[in-house]
């Protein structure tokens, strides 16, 4: 009774740990009426990364062709922690500092994104792009 009872948790267990990330996977859109932006979470190489699709503050702008030879990543190494995604390693930034960017799922449409800009906190609302 124990062994099975050990081995149901360890499922179990393995299953939990393989759907961290499964909800944050998608088409993202920035609400902002500032700049535009659209972010695709994806796992590659068994790393969550958020890839950069568009991107238009005004002065700069981006949009990924799929004929590009390198992708470009807002996030790398996204790692769950306590119901919140960390930043492991930036893309944007690489900084080795202890402010993390994150990402919170708020419901199954809307994220927040904090990343930090001069020691500032930044938070963003990124909402799931519906599909067509």
Avoid at 114 to 123: A, D, S
Wanted: aromatic share 10%; hydrophobic share 35%.
């Amino acid at each position: 009774m124990k062994t099975a009872l050990k081995t149901i948790s360890l499922i179990l267990l393995l299953a939990s740990c393989s759907d961290k990330g499964k909800e944050i996977l998608g088409v993202w859109d920035l609400d902002s009426k500032f700049y535009s932006a659209t972010y695709k979470i994806e796992k590659t190489n068994n790393k969550l990364k958020a890839q950069i699709l568009y991107y238009n503050d005004g002065t700069t702008q981006y949009k990924f062709n799929k004929n590009d030879v390198e992708k470009v990543y807002s996030f790398q190494n996204l790692k769950h922690n306590n119901g919140i995604y960390v930043d492991a390693v930036s893309g944007a930034t690489k900084k080795t500092n202890p402010e993390q960017a994150q990402i919170k799922a708020i419901n199954k449409d809307t994220l927040t994104v904090t990343t930090y800009v001069f020691h500032k906190p930044l938070t963003e609302k990124w909402i799931r792009k519906k599909s067509h």
